[in-house]
């Protein structure tokens, strides 16, 4: 491959997964909100469920989601998997959002 | 006994207080209560645990108070200015195996004795074993609030909890009337939006018409699922409702289940539900145990979308969505303060046109998750809540240790045994 490409791939690479970390970060940062603990605490590839998110609270995030991101992942046909962890959220939100 | 200086009530408590004077207007003496069964693996000792109740309720002046208005008119809740301890009677039945839910129907529609708002029962049933229930009064405990007290009771008698560090009691807080005031103002306009599009003029369908006679008890019908037809059930929830879509799942059974009683079958108009939603953050404290912290979402369903399971429950989750959104159940607790105000027989008047297709109560994992009582362990935890009259059927939902407990409440006289048999079904089946 030559060396202009791979370089630009790299770019693309690296932009992506700023983007991705920023997503994270900024869900991490407001399922902390909802729960009223340390963002800290949080971990990204672990269930929702067992940080202690309920229907409410779910709902809650996905407002969020709605109002930062134009997405309404409420209506989506998302699975289980798409959006059961802080991980699997960002990056279903990045594909929806460049979708 | 510490911090006797009186607390004051806010909306929501409000509201509570004087739902529950009509129905005791209604009933002949039997509020708003509900109760609490933990079916326990061995046979507790009556002496011991009234012992220990008794000792524990002398940390809680709380349970000694009553309604009362400051010198400005507004409500709160006064503990007598003289040292009495708070007594809370423990009682013994031995049952018959096959008495033993009819005997805990009786318990929750038995009165309290005045200043009374706790009640343990100690069952046993002649197979063995225990059962130890708690009749409680919704003005002092809401349903989390009161597992929270019977944590609090159980690390108390497990001696993890020494009497001088039992912080439970409510602080007597300093509010600030001026800004509660103009919250509530502001509040008016989403209560009343969402009041508007959902309660008025929906044709509402209704069945208890008869179950609101003077004096009719309550009765329930409960389903345990076992861990298999839990995980079934759940599944049911992700595929069709998704991931922690729980409650929205749970709305549309009872919808369901709603629409199999005889005479809803066919009808056309709207099915108007509220749904309790707890508002306590998810950091535990004591502190949250006394009063409530309950608010409401309300639900219309037009009859016309029951044949449709998947856009039943979309409906639903589009409803969850917009009023989660527009903060609904913070704006009606805070509305409900401006009620605080209102003398206590014109609200009453007010809320004798609050009424309900059913209601829908939906406690989630328990705090005993895992857990024992009084060095027993746990088989089952299910709470069993009288329905008002105003409301006339409840559905309500609760989990313990990996299995769901399904349940339906009704005044009597509002249901046929075969309307509860298919109602039942209906619930499992969804």
């Known amino acids: 491959m030559p060396s202009k490409m791979r370089s630009m791939n790299f770019s693309v690479q690296f932009q992506g997964t700023g983007v991705m970390d920023k997503t994270e970060s900024e869900l991490k940062g407001r399922i902390a909100e909802i ?28 407002v969020f989601i709605e109002t930062k991101y134009g997405i309404d992942l409420m209506a989506s046909d998302m699975q289980r998997e798409d959006i059961a962890s802080i991980t699997a959220l960002a990056r279903s939100v990045e594909r929806m959002k460049s979708a | 006994m510490t911090k006797r200086a009186p607390i004051y009530l806010d909306g929501l408590d409000w509201m509570i ?34 012992a220990s109740v008794q000792a524990f309720a002398a940390e809680l002046p709380v349970l000694n108070g009553r309604l009362s208005r400051d010198r400005f008119f507004r409500p709160i809740w006064r503990m007598p200015r003289n040292l009495s301890v708070p007594s809370i009677r423990v009682e013994v039945h ?41 009749v ?54 989403c ?69 199999q009683i005889k005479a809803v079958k066919g009808r056309g108009g709207s099915f108007i539900v509220p749904s309790t939603t707890d508002l306590r953050g998810t950091t535990f404290s004591w502190k949250n145990t006394f009063f409530n912290y309950c608010s409401l979402f309300f639900f219309k ?57 059913f209601s829908v109560g939906i406690v989630g994992s328990s705090l005993f998750e895992g857990g024992a009582f009084g060095g027993l362990g746990i088989k089952n935890l299910f709470h069993l809540p009288l329905i008002p009259p105003q409301v006339g059927i409840g559905f309500f939902f609760s989990q ?21 048999n298919a109602v039942e079904n209906a619930l499992y089946e969804f």
Not at chain 2, 141 to 170: H, V
Not at chain 2, 206 to 220: L, Q, S, T, W, Y
Not at chain 2, 307 to 317: F, P, V, W, Y
Request: neutral net charge; aromatic residues 8%; charged residues 25%.
């Open chain 2, 94 to 134: 031995e049952v018959a195996d096959a008495a033993v839910f009819q005997t805990l129907e009786t318990l929750v529609n038995t009165p309290f004795e005045p200043g009374e708002y706790v009640v343990f029962h100690l069952v046993y049933p002649s197979a063995g074993d225990c059962l130890l229930t708690m």
């Open chain 2, 191 to 259: 209560v009343g939006e969402t009041v508007n599009r959902n309660v008025i003029g929906s044709g509402m369908i209704r069945v208890d018409e008869k179950g609101k006679a003077r004096g009719n008890p309550g009765h329930f019908r409960l389903r345990t699922l076992n861990e298999d037809e839990t995980r079934t059930w759940q599944k049911r929830v992700d595929r069709d409702a998704g991931y922690l879509m729980f409650m929205p799942y749970a709305l549309a059974s009872a919808c369901n289940a709603f629409s």
């Open chain 2, 17 to 50: 207080h004087t739902m529950c004077r009509m129905t005791m207007r209604n009933t002949g003496g039997v509020g708003n209560a509900s109760q609490i069964v933990l079916q326990l693996d061995g046979k507790m000792d009556a002496g011991s645990f009234a």
């Open chain 2, 301 to 357: 369903i037009n009859t016309g979308l029951l044949s449709d399971r998947s856009e039943l429950i979309a409906h639903l989750k589009t409803q969850f969505f917009n009023q989660t959104k527009a903060g609904f159940p913070q704006c009606f607790q805070r509305f409900m303060g401006l009620t605080r105000g209102v003398p206590i027989r014109l609200f009453q008047l007010m809320n004798r046109y609050n009424k309900a297709s």
């Open chain 1, 35 to 62: 729960l009223s603990v340390n963002a800290e605490e949080l971990k990204h590839d672990v269930p929702l469920h067992t940080m202690g998110l309920d229907s409410m609270r779910m709902v809650e995030l996905l």
């Open chain 2, 400 to 420: 313990i240790n990996g299995r769901l407990n399904m349940g339906v409440s009704w005044r009597e006289g509002s249901l046929t045994e075969g309307d509860v």
């Open chain 2, 136 to 189: 409680f009064d919704h003005r002092l405990l809401d349903a989390r609030g009161a597992e929270q007290f019977l944590l609090l009771l159980n690390r108390f008698i497990a001696g993890g909890t020494k009497p001088e560090e039992l912080d439970a009691m409510p602080e007597p807080q300093n509010p600030e009337w001026r800004r509660e005031i103009r919250e509530g103002f502001a509040s008016a306009r």
